[in-house]
Nanobody, 123 residues
Framework: VQLQASGGGLVQAGGSLRLSCAASGLTFSRYGMGWFRQAPGKEREFVAGVSWSGGITDYADSVKSRFTISRENVKNTVYLQMNSLQPEDTGVYYC?????????????????WGQGTQVTVSS
């Protein structure tokens, strides 16, 4: 199983980025998917999650109304659209896949992880 995250970069506060995570080696439509992030010196934290069909989404309070998670099962890809980015959004963003059809906020419940993509928001 491989999860390949991309789309990170350097952006000014108030800007936008779209992250993508392409999955291979698994039946993508059977997996709940999540995005997590980790800032330097901090623990990995939940950002957003989506169910197998895309019909159920969940967001951390800190990103609600600014970020949107979505998926295209025909492309085996999950996305994270990030708007109104703030310096506190800086970190390495990881996508993760969970054998359960639904997502979860606990990173320990995920089975596979991507390599991460760096997001840096300057003030």
């Amino acid at each position: 199983v491989q999860l390949q995250a991309s789309g990170g970069g350097l952006v000014q506060a108030g800007g936008s980025l779209r992250l993508s995570c392409a999955a291979s080696g698994l039946t993508f439509s059977r997996y709940g998917m999540g995005w997590f992030r980790q800032a330097p010196g901090k623990e990995r934290e939940f950002v957003a999650g989506v169910s197998w069909s895309g019909g159920i989404t969940d967001y951390a309070d800190s990103v609600k109304s600014r970020f949107t998670i979505s998926r295209e099962n025909v492309k085996n890809t999950v996305y994270l659209q990030m708007n109104s980015l703030q310096p506190e959004d800086t970190g390495v963003y990881y996508c993760a896949a969970r054998k359960n059809s639904y997502s979860d906020r606990n990173p320990e419940s995920f089975d596979y992880w991507g390599q991460g993509t760096q997001v840096t928001v300057s003030s």
